[in-house]
């Protein structure tokens, strides 16, 4: 894995690895030539999503949600993005401890209740 990752920031003319050169991209390309397994019911929410969320205005969500192949038991919020202004959302303290209230509160429901490939699967963790 050392290897590969150091081959993508080379063959990229990179000099050093930074927090964000091992994300999904680089993974899913990863994964076409070394097969891994790979857990289906972990998403990832992007600033944009973690603020429809807190919004209680799914608009993307929804899109994302409908497009995911289960129930989601857990969400990657991109922590390394902390600080940073994305997608026209700042992604600061405020915005991962309001999101994870909500995610906590509705014990994911507020993604897993848009999502139309499974509709009777309950969450699989049990709860």
């Known amino acids: 894995m050392r ?3 150091e081959n993508h920031v080379i063959g ?12 999904t991209h680089f993974l899913t390309q990863l994964r076409s030539i070394l097969p891994y397994a790979l857990l289906e019911n972990i998403g990832i929410l992007s600033p944009a999503l973690m ?3 807190v919004l209680n205005k799914p608009l993307e969500l929804i899109e994302y949600a409908q497009h995911v192949s289960m129930p989601l ?3 990657n919020l991109c922590a390394s993005l902390e600080g940073l202004h994305i997608q026209g959302v700042v992604a600061n303290d405020a ?9 906590l509160a509705s ?3 507020v ?3 848009h999502q139309t490939k499974n509709p009777n699967e309950s969450n699989p963790l049990g709860f």
């Open 111 to 113: 993604i897993n209740k």
């Open 107 to 109: 014990r994911g429901e």
């Open 95 to 103: 915005l991962y401890g309001a999101v994870v209230n909500v995610l």
């Open 51 to 53: 603020r429809e969320i």
């Open 73 to 75: 038991a857990c969400v």
């Open 3 to 5: 290897l590969a990752i």
């Open 12 to 23: 990229g003319q990179k000099t050093t690895i930074t927090k964000l050169d091992v994300g």
